[in-house]
């Protein structure tokens, strides 16, 4: 009868691995140690809450969408609050054009009549008196830290440059009325400054554009005549209008 052979001693010796052969059993890998990193796995960055205080933070590059925005000098004053002292500049000279307004109406003599009853005085004091009010308000504005935002609400581009056509062909257009508007009567040359005026500013409505001028050089030369008084040239429309 067979008996189970005797487990307890040494294990028999392997026989020795021939040189060029692979050994029977492959090496077992090293198994990572507890801290230790895969190079293959990329290294997680621990939340806020789970660092060691005597490690530093860990850092990123800001993103563009994270730039601080440039600060703006031009409302400088107004974060600060400290006055833009130029600014006193504008609201002296509001202040000496308003007294000089009620020095100059103050001068004027007392010309009344039927056609004016209040006289030529009044009106320019009440703009001086105006002025004046605006420039204290103005004054302490600046004094509080108020300061105006450059370009506000305009659609600007100060980079494009001077348009000089359509300036030079406004001024022609304002040139022929002021000659033609003894000669040839307001209707006459108010037409050519409307539809002069729309030509230079590039409507190329030629025919409505004439329609529409003659239209507003009968209703101003209509309404200076009867709702003020005031009766523009007619020139060779004389006896017509």
């Known amino acids: 009868m067979a008996t189970a052979p005797d487990r307890g001693g040494d294990p028999p010796p392997r026989p020795a691995a021939r040189e060029g052969t692979v050994p029977a059993v492959p090496p077992i890998p090293a198994q990572p140690t507890a ?20 490690l530093p933070a860990v850092t990123r590059p800001a993103a563009a969408d994270d730039a601080p925005a440039a600060a703006n000098p031009a409302d ?16 002296a000279f509001l202040a000496l054009v ?17 056609a004016d009853p209040i ?17 204290a308000i103005y004054a302490v504005d600046v004094a509080r830290g108020g300061s105006g935002e450059p370009e506000a609400g305009e659609d600007v581009d100060l980079t494009t440059p001077i348009d000089w056509r359509t300036v030079l062909l406004l001024i022609g257009a304002f040139l022929v009325n002021a000659v033609l508007i003894d000669r ?5 040359s108010g037409t050519l400054l409307f539809w002069g005026s729309a030509f230079a500013l590039g409507n190329r409505h030629h ?17 200076f005549a009867i709702g003020l008084g005031v009766n523009l040239p007619a020139g060779v429309l004389q006896g017509i209008l």
């Open 184 to 188: 040839l009567g307001w209707v006459i």
């Open 98 to 114: 308003g007294g000089l307004v009620i020095v100059d109406a103050a001068r004027t003599g007392h010309a009344i009549s039927t």
């Open 35 to 54: 801290g230790a990193a895969d190079p293959a796995t990329p290294a997680a960055v621990p939340p806020a809450a789970e660092r060691t205080p005597g």
């Open 119 to 135: 006289g030529p005085k009044p009106v320019p004091i009440l703009l001086g008196v105006l002025l004046l009010i605006v420039a």
């Open 207 to 223: 025919v409505r554009n004439l329609l529409i001028a003659v239209a507003l050089s009968l209703i101003t030369f209509y309404t």
């Open 76 to 91: 400088g004053a107004a974060r600060t609050g400290k006055p833009d002292r130029a600014q006193y500049a504008v609201c």
